[in-house]
T-cell receptor
C-alpha cells in the first residue's frame, strides 16, 4: 500500500520569504512523486514530478522539490514566495510498476502568503 | 491548446434526480479518471479507465456509474444523488506512468 503525509494543514509565510511545504511518503518499489496546486473552484494544476535522476527537481512558477530517499520525503520549496502563491498544495505518489494508474494524494496544505 | 474539458462547471440538482457529468480530452491519453473532492480535502478516486478497461474503486458507491464511449470522452452518472454527494467532481487524464492532467471540475449541489 502507498501513502502520503502532509503534516501541516496550513503554512503561513510573508511575501519574499522562502516557502516550504512538507511531504513524506510510503511506497513499495520506486516512487513517482508529484506536486499539484489548486486555486479556489479550479482543478488541480501540475507543478513538478520526480521519476528518477537528479534529486532536485525544478518545476513551474519557480517551484522546486527535493527527493530524499533515506527520509522518504519530497518537500516543495520556493525561494521567494508571492501573494499569488496562496493556494492549496497537494503531494501525490504513484508506485512504479504497480498501481501505476493510482495516485495517492496527501491531505493538502493551505499556503497563505501575506503582503 | 490540448486540454481536459468538463461540463457543466456547476450543476444543481434535486435529491434523487439523476445527473450526468461529462469530460472530454484532446490529449489522446489512454487513461482517464474520475475523482470526488469535498471541501478542500484530498481528491478521492472513484474510477479509472485504461483504454476501455474499467477499474472501479472498492469503496465507490453503486450510485456512481461511468461510461467511456471512446478515447476522448468519459461520463460520470450519479443515479440518485443524495446530500452527501455534493462535491467537486474532477476528471483527469494521463499517459501510462505520467502525471495527471485535470479539468476545471464540475461542482455539484444537491438540494
Amino acid at each position: 500500500a502507498q501513502s502520503v503525509a502532509q503534516p501541516e494543514d496550513q503554512v503561513n509565510v510573508a511575501e519574499g520569504n522562502p516557502l516550504t511545504v512538507k511531504c513524506t511518503y510510503s511506497v513499495s518499489g520506486n516512487p513517482y512523486l508529484f506536486w499539484y496546486v489548486q486555486y479556489p473552484n479550479r482543478g488541480l494544476q501540475f507543478l513538478l514530478k520526480y521519476i528518477t535522476g537528479d534529486n532536485l527537481v525544478k518545476g513551474s512558477y519557480g517551484f522546486e522539490a527535493e527527493f530524499n530517499k533515506s527520509q522518504t520525503s519530497f518537500h516543495l520549496k520556493k525561494p521567494s514566495a508571492l501573494v499569488s502563491d496562496s493556494a492549496l498544495y497537494f503531494c501525490a505518489v504513484s508506485a512504479f510498476g504497480d498501481s501505476w494508474g493510482k495516485f495517492q494524494f496527501g491531505a493538502g496544505t493551505q499556503v497563505v502568503v501575506t503582503p | 491548446d490540448a486540454m481536459v474539458i468538463q461540463n457543466p462547471r456547476y450543476q444543481v440538482t434535486q435529491f434523487g434526480k439523476p445527473v450526468t457529468l461529462s469530460c472530454s480530452q484532446t490529449l489522446n491519453h489512454n487513461v482517464m479518471y474520475w475523482y470526488q473532492q469535498k471541501s478542500s480535502q484530498a481528491p478521492k478516486l472513484l474510477f479509472h479507465y485504461y483504454d476501455k478497461d474499467f477499474n472501479n474503486e472498492a469503496d465507490t458507491p453503486d450510485n456512481f456509474q461511468s461510461r467511456r464511449p471512446n478515447t476522448s470522452f468519459c461520463f460520470l452518472d450519479i443515479r440518485s444523488p443524495g446530500l452527501g454527494d455534493a462535491a467537486m467532481y474532477l476528471c483527469a487524464t494521463s499517459r501510462e506512468g505520467g502525471e495527471l492532467f485535470f479539468g476545471e471540475g464540475s461542482r455539484l449541489t444537491v438540494l
